[in-house]
């Protein structure tokens, strides 16, 4: 094939599947808690508000460890950070399950998302420094479907295990990819198809915060606050809303969920395709048009009862809402290889997006219990309304 006579293209394609390979596993542990909460509900050995409790521990602290690992990344090897992180996280995965105690628990799922933080900045970063920018984008693009069907893989996990050794699966994955990153990584670096640091700044000093600011960081931070609302604590409160709300019984939350985060892993696909072929690469323009789709269908759901068209209208309200989260993670982060700056950015917009989901996992959790799951719903509309006024197209455009 032609594309891969290319010495970048080859680089784009050896980076790009390495790193969604990880990214994936990653998200497959991530979304074992959500997969199985139907079985630990029934089995009462956690509630909704334990489960909201543990949910915003660790994106709380996964939102901490972005801000901190994201500006450690600039100084940090890309397969250190990575390997480290995966097997880190696949040891807490582990011991979630093994030292099963109420504070012994909240501590190892943090220490959890501390872990994992580690590795989407530095990925992100070094994608970015060793191919163009069209090519870092695409792998991006793949990255955010790796994250995405992540989610139907830890379904498919808690169909096949129960509950226990769910989790002893996705541990052992982690630590398994962690292995098999760093050595890759050595390998890619010693033969030089890797390479660090390349860019700085050319306006600015490297490291001045105010090249960010030029490039719309603030914007695009609010922006990553409300999608990461949607794409993280929505998506994860799936099984629980299906079963409880929905009247489905647990297994068929379980699959209903599968089903649901595979279709929604084609969204970077469709975001790109709407942003190339519609709206000639404004960004701005395709973030408005998900908020405005995802808003409408929100709202649709308080309105429409019916289990079956309601289901249908969830799947739309959060498939649309990955319109925007794609333009974050997909076009924007790489888009600022220029600044020298990526990893700091990244764990920058990551850590407003897991601040924003730690916060409301826990608060939905509480909601769903204590004044239905029909006024969040609402509150899921109003999240997704104030995102419209921060996807209208500024005069003076820098991205």
Request: glycine share 8%.
């Amino acid at each position: 094939m032609s594309f891969f006579k290319s010495v970048e293209a080859k680089t784009a394609f050896r980076l790009g599947s390495i790193c969604s390979i990880s990214y994936l596993v990653v998200y497959i542990s991530r979304n074992i808690l959500s997969a199985v909460s139907p079985d630990l509900i029934k089995y009462e050995i956690f509630n909704e508000a334990q489960l909201g409790v543990l949910s915003m521990v660790f994106f709380f602290c996964y939102a901490i460890g972005q801000l901190i690992n994201g500006i450690i990344g600039e100084k940090i090897k890309a397969g250190y950070m990575i390997s480290f992180g995966q097997i880190i996280a696949g040891l807490c995965n582990i011991a979630f399950v093994v030292f099963l105690n109420p504070i012994l628990n909240i501590i190892t799922y943090g220490l959890w998302g501390f872990s994992l933080s580690m590795i989407y900045a530095p990925m992100t970063k070094v994608v970015s420094e060793n191919t163009s920018t069209k090519l870092a984008s695409l792998c991006c693009m793949t990255f955010t479907f790796s994250a995405l069907f992540g989610s139907p893989l830890a379904g498919i996990i808690a169909l096949i295990f129960n509950w226990k050794y769910s989790f002893f699966a996705s541990g052992g994955l982690l630590v398994g990819m962690g292995l098999i990153t760093l050595l890759v990584f050595t390998v890619m670096e010693k033969k030089g198809i890797v390479k660090y640091n390349q860019f700085k700044s050319a306006t600015k000093e490297k490291g001045s915060l105010s090249v960010l600011f030029e490039n719309r960081i603030v914007r695009f931070s609010i922006i990553a606050l409300l999608t990461g609302v949607v794409r993280t604590s929505v998506v994860f409160w799936i099984p629980t809303y299906t079963s409880t709300y929905l009247g489905y019984s647990e297994d068929t939350s379980k699959i209903l969920f599968t089903i649901i985060t595979l279709a929604i892993s084609f969204a970077p696909f469709l975001a790109a395709y709407i942003n190339s072929k519609f709206f000639k690469n404004n960004v701005y323009n395709t973030l408005l048009l998900s908020f405005i789709t995802s808003a409408v269908a929100f709202l649709g759901m308080y309105f429409i009862k019916n289990p079956v068209v309601n289901l249908i209208i969830m799947f739309l309200a959060i498939f649309t809402s990955k319109l925007a989260d794609a333009m974050l993670w997909s076009f924007y982060c790489p888009s600022l290889k220029h600044t020298g700056m990526v990893s700091t950015a990244t764990g920058t917009l990551d850590f407003f997006s897991y601040f924003g989901a730690a916060i409301s996992t826990y608060v939905f959790g509480d909601i769903a219990l204590k004044i239905g799951w029909g006024n969040l719903i609402l509150i899921w509309f109003a999240i997704m309304f104030i995102g419209i006024f921060f996807s209208f197209t500024p005069k003076k455009k820098t991205v």
